[in-house]
């Protein structure tokens, strides 16, 4: 009975330490600013979408139909934003509550990554997409074995040789930006892609 309290326990421990975490904003949502900001206009945003695995890879744009969604940057989203840099990890997700998803621009993007938005009013918006891709990366594999010989042609010692290959694996990235439309009637063009950092 004691061992199998202790195990419960254990188990409950694991449980615990691998639970994924969930935050939310603490701010007020005022959603009837949020949809003034949504209300129709006459300014655009467009723009493509991309991203890129490292460095040195060349950047893959969003495949035809993927999902690009706007916000209007209300204090209730600037926190959402500011706490998700601060606190998302592997063990921490951020999320809007469902009040606040409501308020969204939906669109897909072309065969070539490009999006629009169109009939907006002047104000800052936050664009947001998951851009699938085609990620890479390399392994070794034994395909042969190196034998020394002695002068005798005895074989005195051996090593396994391998080689380095290369394969691919479905992967994706959530692309964001901030958007500001200044005017009516502006048409704003955006590269909502994968930014590398500069080192310093």
Do not use: W
């Not at 188990?11 to 129709?40: C, E, I, R, W, Y």
């Not at 655009?44 to 744009?61: L, N, R, V, Y």
């Amino acid at each position: 009975m004691k061992k199998q309290f202790i195990f419960t326990i254990l188990l409950l421990l694991g449980f615990l330490s691998n639970a994924q975490n969930t935050l939310f904003p603490q701010s007020f949502f005022d959603k009837t600013l949020a949809q003034n900001m949504l209300a129709v206009g006459t300014s655009t945003i467009e723009g493509a979408a991309s991203t890129k695995q490292f460095t040195d890879k060349p950047k893959q744009f969003a495949p035809e139909g993927t999902l690009v969604t706007l916000y209007p940057l209300t204090p209730y989203f600037e926190e959402f934003i500011k706490l998700r840099k601060r606190k998302e990890n592997k063990k921490t997700s951020v999320y809007i509550s469902d009040e606040a998803y409501k308020y969204r621009l939906e669109t897909k993007t072309d065969a070539n990554g490009r999006f629009t938005f169109v009939k907006l009013k002047p104000g800052k918006y936050f664009l947001e997409c998951i851009v699938p891709f085609i990620a890479t990366y390399t392994y070794q594999q034994q395909t042969g074995t190196t034998t020394t010989y002695n002068g005798y042609g005895a074989a005195i010692a051996s090593s396994p040789y391998y080689e380095t290959f290369m394969s691919n694996y479905n992967a994706s990235n959530r692309e964001t930006k901030i958007v500001e439309i200044k005017n009516d009637g502006d048409l704003v063009e955006v590269k909502l892609a994968h930014v590398i950092p500069l080192l310093r």
